[in-house]
Structures are given as C-alpha cells and as structure tokens.
C-alpha cells in the first residue's frame, strides 16, 4: 500500500513539474511575440526597407532559386505526408484529429491577423523584386506560409518525442534541424520576395504560439478525461 502510495505520488510530480515546464515555455514564446510585435509596431519602416534592400541582393544569387523551390514543394506536402504516415502505419485518429484541428486554427487566425495589419508582400511595394513564385495577392503579415510550417515541424518533434523513447542526443539532433529548419524557411520567404524578415519572424513566432496553445489544450483536455 506505501509502495502505492508512493509511486502515484511520483507520478503527480512528473505530471506538476511537465505542466509547470509546458507553462513556462508558453510564456516565453508569448513573451516573445508580444515583444516582436511592439518592435515591428515602433520601427515597421526601417525595417521594411532594410529587408527590401536585403531581398534586392538576395535575388542576385539565382542559383539559389532551384534548391529553394524543391524546398519549398517538400514543406507544401510535409503535412501530406504525416497525415499518411498516421493513417496508414499508426493509425492514430486522435493525433490526426489534433493535427487538422490545429492546421484550420492556424489558416483561420492567419487570415485574422492579415486583414487586421493590412501589410502588402515585398513584391509589391519594390519594382526590383522578382515574384519567382508567382503573386499572392493576399496580405504578407505574418506569413502564414512559415507560420504553418514551423508550426507543423513543432508538432512532428512533439509527437516524436511523446511517441518514441529518444535519447538526449537525437532530441537535441532534431531541435538543431528545427533551428536550421526556420533559417530557411527565412531565407526561402526572402528570397521569392514573399515576405519580408519580420513578416518571416512573426509568422514563426505565430507557429510557436500555436503550438503551446494547443499543447496546453491537449494537457488539460487529457486531464479532464
């Protein structure tokens, strides 16, 4: 009966301490968007300009269009792909119903936020930019683009990591490709002249948010139930 009584009193430790983290980590990534926010608010100009300019001499490195376009067709079907995965090998419907859920939260808050700022995307406000994608004619704050990406790589660790028993090294593997993995999604955005760096940096700092929001649900949804 002690035995009992201590490992149930164990586990509501683990259970207090990872909901203390979870907390902690979500407001931090609010804290953060709230500060890149107020930054974009007060020197918006300058910096618009100064990623222009930035855009301007990335275009000049045309090798980089190809890479950057098969980079960009991959994060377009990465969802694809994980929904399959979770069909077909795990089937694992309440992951999968999360995973939708999140993805329609976030295109909606996304389409919220556009109306809302009302920021044209660079192509449109620099003749010199090049449109290698295309015009979207939709507004470029934040980019929704990055923000579902990163958001859905977030999501794919998590699950790694709540599925699977990693060892520390291939957690801070991954964490490292997450990193290298929003440098890109920067660069790509950038250099198609889709968005501009803080449309990039809020988008990504959106899809972080989100992601602790829904974490934060999925916790106390399980603890209700």
């Given at each position: 009966m002690t035995d009992l009584k201590r490992s149930s009193t164990n586990l509501l430790t683990v259970s207090y301490r990872g909901s203390d983290k979870l907390f902690v980590q979500s407001l931090a990534s609010y804290l953060?968007?709230?500060i890149l926010l107020l930054i974009d608010f007060v020197y918006h100009e300058q910096?618009?300009?100064?990623?222009?300019?930035?855009?301007?001499?990335?275009?000049?490195?045309r090798s980089l269009?190809?890479?950057?376009?098969?980079?960009?067709?991959?994060?377009?079907?990465?969802?694809?792909?994980?929904?399959?995965?979770?069909?077909?090998?795990?089937k694992d419907f309440e992951k999968i119903a999360l995973l939708i859920?999140?993805?329609?939260?976030?295109?909606?808050?996304?389409?919220?936020v556009k109306m809302f700022y009302h920021e044209p995307r660079p192509y449109f406000l620099d003749e010199r930019?090049?449109?290698?994608?295309?015009?979207?004619?939709?507004?470029?704050?934040?980019?929704?683009?990055?923000?579902?990406?990163?958001?859905?790589?977030?999501?794919?660790?998590?699950d790694a990591v709540t599925t699977y028993s990693l060892r520390k090294f291939k957690k801070r593997l991954i964490q490292f490709g997450l990193f290298v993995s929003a440098v890109v999604l920067?660069?790509?955005?950038?250099?198609?002249?889709?968005?501009?760096?803080?449309?990039?940096?809020?988008?990504?700092?959106?899809?972080?948010?989100?992601?602790?929001?829904?974490?934060?649900l999925e916790s106390r949804i399980l603890q209700e139930f």
């Amino acid at each position: 009966m002690t035995d009992l009584k201590r490992s149930s009193t164990n586990l509501l430790t683990v259970s207090y301490r990872g909901s203390d983290k979870l907390f902690v980590q979500s407001l931090a990534s609010y804290l953060i968007l709230a500060i890149l926010l107020l930054i974009d608010f007060v020197y918006h100009e300058q910096l618009m300009r100064s990623s222009i300019e930035y855009t301007v001499q990335l275009q000049t490195y045309r090798s980089l269009e190809t890479p950057l376009r098969y980079i960009s067709t991959i994060m377009n079907k990465m969802s694809y792909f994980y929904l399959f995965f979770l069909i077909s090998v795990r089937k694992d419907f309440e992951k999968i119903a999360l995973l939708i859920f999140a993805s329609t939260m976030m295109f909606f808050f996304n389409g919220v936020v556009k109306m809302f700022y009302h920021e044209p995307r660079p192509y449109f406000l620099d003749e010199r930019i090049i449109g290698f994608v295309g015009f979207k004619c939709d507004y470029g704050t934040p980019s929704g683009w990055t923000q579902k990406n990163f958001g859905l790589l977030l999501f794919f660790y998590w699950d790694a990591v709540t599925t699977y028993s990693l060892r520390k090294f291939k957690k801070r593997l991954i964490q490292f490709g997450l990193f290298v993995s929003a440098v890109v999604l920067l660069i790509t955005q950038m250099f198609f002249g889709s968005s501009s760096f803080m449309q990039v940096l809020l988008g990504l700092s959106f899809g972080v948010s989100f992601f602790f929001l829904f974490q934060n649900l999925e916790s106390r949804i399980l603890q209700e139930f």
